[in-house]
T-cell receptor, first 115, second 111 residues
Framework: EAAVTQSPRSKVAVTGGKVTLSCHQT?????MYWYRQDTGHGLRLIHYSYVADSTEKGDIPDGYKASRPSQENFSLILELASLSQTAVYFC??????????????FGAGTRLSVL | GQQVQQSPTSLVLQEGENAELQCNFSTSLNSMQWFYQRPGGSLISVFY???GTKQSGRLTSTTVIKERRSSLHISSSQITDSGTYLC?????????????FGEGTKLTVSS
């Protein structure tokens, strides 16, 4: 079965600090995504990537950077964490872009609290 | 921009009752998916349903593209059905497709 692993599962960060969320997939999928989930907003796409060493902006990229050093790994970087970035972050992978017939496989999520 | 509206926001049922979840889209769409999210957990794809009716066990999804809506019917609900159900539209943009999610319906099934 497809596997997407996120680390850490939860993190408390200080305002202005740097945070890195990691994602690893063993599905051999080309596409990887980072979403955030907030109460009242559902899931929103932050960044995505369809090939190693390349990333694309999603719908809410401001304040976030992404890195795809290999097909298996995709990181989300908050250079200067802010209170508004407190949320649950999900990584996902798919065989093709946007999961037409190829569904997204999600990680378990990372709960980030910025204080 | 594109919007996905889900209703109801929350639903409380007794075990054995049926549930009907609705999803409406603000624009035309190529396809849609239903996801199930365990309490505090990850998301699992339940249905990929571009149009028509699909059934899997006690779950039935019906999508009417021209009316920009989809529904998820859960029959004879069980306690283990509790969680959040999210729908997402597949939106084509710039040569690639992406998912736009609704806010979800939180389902609680009690004995």
């Amino acid at each position: 079965e497809a596997a997407v692993t996120q680390s850490p599962r939860s993190k408390v960060a200080v305002t202005g600090g740097k945070v890195t969320l990691s994602c690893h997939q063993t599905n051999n999928h080309d596409y990887m995504y980072w979403y955030r989930q907030d109460t009242g907003h559902g899931l929103r796409l932050i960044h995505y990537s369809y090939v190693a060493d390349s990333t694309e902006k999603g719908d809410i990229p401001d304040g976030y950077k992404a890195s795809r050093p290999s097909q298996e790994n995709f990181s989300l970087i908050l250079e200067l964490a802010s209170l508004s970035q407190t949320a649950v972050y999900f990584c996902a992978s798919s065989e093709a872009g946007g999961a037409s017939q190829n569904t997204l496989y999600f990680g378990a999520g990372t709960r980030l609290s910025v204080l | 921009g594109q919007q996905v509206q889900q209703s109801p926001t929350s639903l409380v049922l007794q075990e054995g009752e049926n549930a009907e979840l609705q999803c409406n889209f603000s624009t035309s769409l190529n396809s849609m998916q239903w996801f199930y999210q365990r309490p505090g957990g990850s998301l699992i794809s339940v249905f990929y349903n571009p149009s028509g009716t699909k059934q899997s066990g006690r779950l039935t999804s019906t999508t009417v593209i021209k009316e920009r809506r989809s529904s998820l019917h859960i029959s004879s609900s069980q306690i283990t059905d509790s969680g959040t159900y999210l729908c997402a539209m597949v939106w084509n943009q710039g040569g690639s497709a992406k998912l736009i999610f609704g806010e979800g319906t939180k389902l609680t099934v009690s004995s």
